[in-house]
């Protein structure tokens, strides 16, 4: 009961005292003479939520830089030592490896998958393709600690000699005579990286599949037409026709997911905790930071994590610009 | 870059009726599409459904054989039970973590929306030295990995000696939220038309009685969808409150099941149920309010 008041509580005292605070700043302004009150008011607006970024992502970040090269409890300088010491560590590099092979499979899968259903589903009864549609979203409400859950159910393996198997590709794999195999710890080929994967991969489809759908759908049918009276067929169409209409879309999706697989943590985390060969960097930074309690390495870790991510930064600041240019 | 498309009001999860039968276009293909679309959903269905099974089976039927052979004889009833349910809400902690999670969740969702909304406004109707400038860290932001924030927030948070408590929870998903809340928003209220702000202004209404009585009322989809989406996100979420809430009395439902397989390992019947409650009020909100949710995502990434 007194958790449920608090929520309340803060939920009255943080809107109404936000509220409060941009009517106060308001009325302050509006006291001005004109000229002034023109030109501070638009701080008023975007003040809070400016202070909010600066206080909670950029002076971390910056803050995170220094750290990372300082000791465990940012006491000494240590100049590159925790840069140098993650190089030498063989389950940094593994990872690093592990996450590349993230990046060139999941979200191309996602988009491959999601453009897949979209065209497909476009082509049943309006009511069908709204069941087959919401099927395929519903994973993005499930969480990634449920979501393993779930594939624990798919992925489980029993060795006992008279046990049976309660994970369903082991059910199918010994149904069909072979042995059980403990997929999860498959590291040749990189078995169970791509295994864990394919978690992710359910997930985002569906988040893949409506953006792509609606650009498909976006397409206009003069375009269709004419292809279809020059003599095309269907795929010709797709590919020459729809495909690059769709493309911006198809770059958006694949960034967004892209971004999302650069700091996938819980996944790993909760199926394997990294073991066989499939950690992935945020796992080595929770480990760090968490386990270790070592704030430079783990500070380290981020950096590399930030520099990775400083290409899609600046292409989605370009994609903005160009956005607003055609305003 | 599309935003040169006309703004055509598809809805992308279907059900527009006055689409033309397409199987009469396609009657070659459209029983391998039939048969295609249907097995990618029983794939995508099976392993939800193995675990909503699971949920209600015995503690030995879990682990003794795989949950779909109930479907041998699903309609003898002494195989479902009510047990793993009771067990985890009452002894593992389950009910009160639910509690928890909506107390971590429901401000953590409204908070960040009005901040970012008067923002939106201002960077979409306002002129000010620095509006592109700031525009641009906000949307540069978009993609910096929120892990570099736990070092230096965690040492401030426990110079205050917040660690632990929800109000470091809240403040937490309020900064990572948002600059994805600025950007939809903004997005979201540049497409709105400029004539009626404009006319507003004419007729000596101000900022903050436009903001209130016009750009909110007609933001309503885009506030909606933002609202799902940090909803989905905080509810959902497991690094911030590892770091920031930790296990213990305030513990929310993601640590609750992480904790469930670990250390349990072999419960396997408690882990179904376990996760089922975690998804239950995400999965309502998101059913519920699915249309929001798509208009918000396609109106902020397809149209530009």
């Known amino acids: 009961m007194i958790k449920i008041l608090n929520a309340a509580l803060a939920i009255v005292a943080g809107v109404g005292g936000m509220l409060a605070l941009f009517w106060i700043l308001n009325l302050l302004v509006e ?11 638009p701080y008023v ?14 002076y971390p970040a910056v803050q995170t830089v220094i750290f990372s090269f300082a000791d465990k409890n940012s006491q000494k300088w240590v100049g590159f030592e925790n840069y140098t010491a993650l190089w030498d560590d063989e389950n940094f590099r593994a990872a690093l490896v592990n996450n590349l092979l993230w990046i060139l499979v999941v979200p191309a899968a996602s988009v491959l998958v999601g453009l897949l259903i979209a065209v497909l589903a476009d082509r049943l009864r309006p009511g069908n393709e709204k069941i087959a549609k919401s099927v395929i979203f519903m994973p993005m409400a499930i969480s990634f600690v449920g979501a393993s859950t779930i594939w624990r159910f798919i992925y489980d393996t029993r060795f006992a000699e008279g046990d049976e198997q309660i994970g369903l590709l082991s059910a199918i794999t010994t149904g069909l005579g072979f042995d059980p195999v403990a997929w999860l710890r498959l590291d040749s080929w990189n078995v169970n990286d791509f295994l864990l994967m394919v978690i992710m991969i359910w997930l985002q489809a569906g988040f893949a599949m409506v953006l792509l759908s609606a650009a498909v759908k976006g397409v206009p049918d003069d375009t269709l037409e004419a292809a279809r009276i020059d003599g095309a067929n269907e795929l010709q ?10 493309w911006p879309t198809v770059i958006v999706v694949f960034t967004t997911v892209l971004i999302l ?19 992935v960097v945020a796992n080595i930074f929770v480990e760090e930071m968490i386990e270790f309690g070592d704030d430079g390495r783990a500070a380290a870790v981020v950096v590399v994590l930030m520099i990775a991510v400083i290409p899609v930064m600046i292409y989605q600041v370009r994609r903005f610009r160009m956005q607003e240019a055609g305003r | 870059m599309t935003q040169a498309a006309p703004t055509v009001d598809v809805d992308p999860m279907g059900g527009d009726d006055q689409k033309p039968p397409p199987a009469q276009r396609f009657t070659l293909g459209s029983v391998a599409v039939r048969v295609t679309v249907l097995l990618l959903c029983l794939l995508w269905l099976i392993p939800t459904i193995g675990l909503l099974v699971s949920s209600f089976r015995s503690e030995e039927d879990v682990k003794e054989d795989g949950w779909w052979t109930v479907f041998a004889s699903p309609l003898e009833f002494s195989q479902w039970t009510l047990d793993s349910y009771d067990s985890v809400i009452f002894d593992q902690g389950m009910g009160s973590a639910f509690l928890n999670s909506i107390v971590v969740t429901v401000p953590a969702t409204i908070i960040p929306i009005m901040i970012a909304a008067f923002a939106a406004y201002a960077f979409t109707f306002m002129r000010f030295p620095g509006r592109d400038l700031l525009f641009i ?22 110079q205050y000696e917040i660690n632990g408590t929800f109000l470091a929870v809240w403040l937490a998903h309020t900064g990572f939220g948002m600059p994805l809340a600025i950007y939809i928003l903004r997005n979201y209220m540049a497409s709105l038309p400029v004539e009626i702000i404009e006319s507003a202004a004419v007729d000596g209404a101000s900022h903050f009685r436009t903001f209130w009585s016009l750009v909110v009322p007609m933001s309503v989809p885009a506030l909606a969808a933002y609202a799902i989406f940090q909803f989905l996100w905080v509810w959902n979420d497991l690094l911030v409150a590892l770091i920031f809430l930790g296990a213990g009395e305030n513990e929310v ?13 072999q419960e396997w019947h408690l882990l179904t149920a376990g996760a089922f409650i975690s998804m239950v009020l995400p999965l309502a909100v998101f059913f519920a309010l699915q249309r929001y949710f798509v208009r918000g995502l396609t109106a902020g990434s397809v149209k530009g």
């Open chain 1, 31 to 41: 006291r001005l003479p004109g000229r002034w009150e023109e030109r501070i008011k």
């Open chain 1, 45 to 58: 607006f975007i003040g809070p939520a400016i202070a909010i970024v600066g206080l909670f992502l950029v």
């Open chain 1, 237 to 246: 169409i797709f590919f020459r026709v729809v495909v690059p209409q769709i």
């Open chain 1, 261 to 279: 697989v650069m700091k996938v943590f819980d996944i790993v985390y909760v199926m394997t905790g990294g073991n066989a060969d499939t950690d």
């Open chain 2, 137 to 158: 860290l906000v949307v540069g932001l978009l993609v910096v990995p929120l892990q570099v924030a736990f070092v230096p927030l965690l040492r401030l948070f426990s």
């Open chain 2, 253 to 265: 439902v993601t640590i609750t099941l992480r904790d469930l397989i670990g250390d349990l390992g």
